[in-house]
């Protein structure tokens, strides 16, 4: 997958992922929303938006396929992640992501995949949820299952020098 990590994200990310794996506070999440392929703008213009809301705003839509809701995991679905001292480098992982009997109806082919963190899954809205990384997800649904397939590094690297 190519990805792409938001502005609003940089140098935020382990700590978004840390405060979910804390249950700090106790409703924090990160949030999967997959994405129509038609109308999906660049990846160099969507890393600029703040929210998932604006993610949402321009041409790009949220994927309303069957099969297709957005997959919510708190603490007790991640584990905590380790620095990795000998590449200066933090990888964030999560679990391959399945969705059952993905139709071909809705908005039709999914185009990409956002990963974000919603500090208030039982109140927040789009407007506050935060965009970390955006992944390249190109998949035709045939009515099948469909397996978003995490990258063996995880779905976030953060390196320094």
């Known amino acids: 997958m190519a990805d792409t990590p938001f502005n609003i994200a940089l140098g935020r990310a382990v700590e978004l992922y840390n405060r979910v ?7 924090a ?20 938006v703040d929210t ?20 919510v995991l708190t603490d007790s679905d991640i584990t905590a992640f380790s620095a990795d001292d000998t590449n200066n480098r933090i990888d964030l992982d999560v679990p391959d992501q399945v969705y059952t009997s993905v139709a071909n ?23 506050s949820i935060v965009p970390i990384s955006l992944h390249d997800f ?20 953060a390196s320094g020098p």
Do not use: M
């Open 105 to 127: 109806d809705g908005t039709g082919a999914i185009g990409a995949a956002v990963f974000c963190y919603d500090n208030d899954t039982t109140g927040g809205t789009d407007s």
């Open 21 to 27: 794996d804390s249950n700090d506070p106790a409703n």
């Open 29 to 48: 999440a990160l949030v999967i929303v997959l994405l129509a392929s038609s109308g999906l703008e660049s990846h160099a213009t969507l890393r600029d």
């Open 52 to 71: 998932l809301a604006a993610v949402v705003a321009g041409t790009t839509n949220e994927a309303t396929n069957t099969g297709v809701s957005r997959k």
């Open 138 to 157: 190109a998949i035709t649904p045939s009515g099948g299952d469909v397996t978003l397939q995490i990258n063996a590094a995880g779905f976030y690297r």
